[in-house]
């Protein structure tokens, strides 16, 4: 059966701190693998991610993908207060469809 | 242009009546997906959409749910006879068709769903 393993659940830290958020999968048809960042609406896209070992950077956050090991890290450095939401990591298979965890909620304090 | 919009953003239904959600995708967007987000868990996969087409429906939980995009482009979600588990947010999202940006799916505000 086809899985999305997030870990953590949920953590906390301080602003400047940086997390390290891990998503490992089994899925079937792999075609890609997502990174979504969820406040209080809709899933708004962070990261999409087909290679192993090539690093995605946008900002303070960063992905890469190991496709051999069959798992994905997604890192927040120097987190601010607005980096605070749930984040989703998800694969997409056929069709495009995406299979999504159940998501790390990050609380990041003053 | 304007983002994927979704109406109504929040509904209230008795159990046993039936709801319509509202799906509109970015212009152009070939591609139209919904999925059902219970509270603390990801989005579940519900149906797939090309254009008008239903191409994937095996995330349906029940008969009781049917979609449709008969115009290729809006997106109704149709329930019928609600159930208490049917409480839930409801996310539509849609995607283009390039091929490397296919997977890249943008998501509207959802409609929450409750079931009293």
């Known amino acids: 059966e086809d899985k999305v393993v997030q870990s953590p659940l949920s953590l906390v830290v301080h602003e400047g701190d940086t997390v390290t958020l891990n998503c490992s999968y089994e899925v079937t048809n792999f075609r890609s693998l997502l990174w979504y960042k969820q406040e209080k609406k809709a899933p708004t896209f962070l990261f999409m991610l087909?290679?192993?070992?090539i690093e995605k950077k946008s900002g303070r956050l960063s992905s890469i993908l190991d496709k051999k090991e069959l798992f994905s890290i997604l890192n927040i450095t120097a987190t601010q207060t607005g980096d605070s939401a749930i984040y989703l990591c998800a694969v997409a298979g056929s069709w495009g469809k995406l299979q999504f965890g159940a998501g790390t909620q990050v609380v990041v304090t003053p | 242009g304007a983002g994927v919009s979704q109406s109504p953003r929040y509904k209230v239904a008795k159990r046993g009546q039936d709801v319509a959600l509202r799906c509109d995708p970015i212009s152009g967007h070939v591609s139209l997906f919904w999925y059902q987000q219970a509270l603390g868990q990801g989005p579940e996969f519900l149906t797939y959409f090309q254009n008008e087409a239903q191409l994937d429906k095996s995330g349906l939980p029940s008969d009781r749910f049917f979609a449709e995009r008969p115009e290729g482009s809006v997106s109704t979600l149709k329930i019928q006879r609600t159930q208490q588990e049917d409480s839930a947010v409801y996310l539509c999202?849609?995607?283009?068709?390039?091929?490397?940006?296919?997977?890249?799916?943008?998501f509207g505000p959802g409609t929450r769903l409750t079931v009293t």
């Open positions: 087909t290679s192993s070992g």
């Open positions: 999202a849609s995607s283009s068709q390039t091929s490397r940006s296919s997977y890249e799916q943008y």
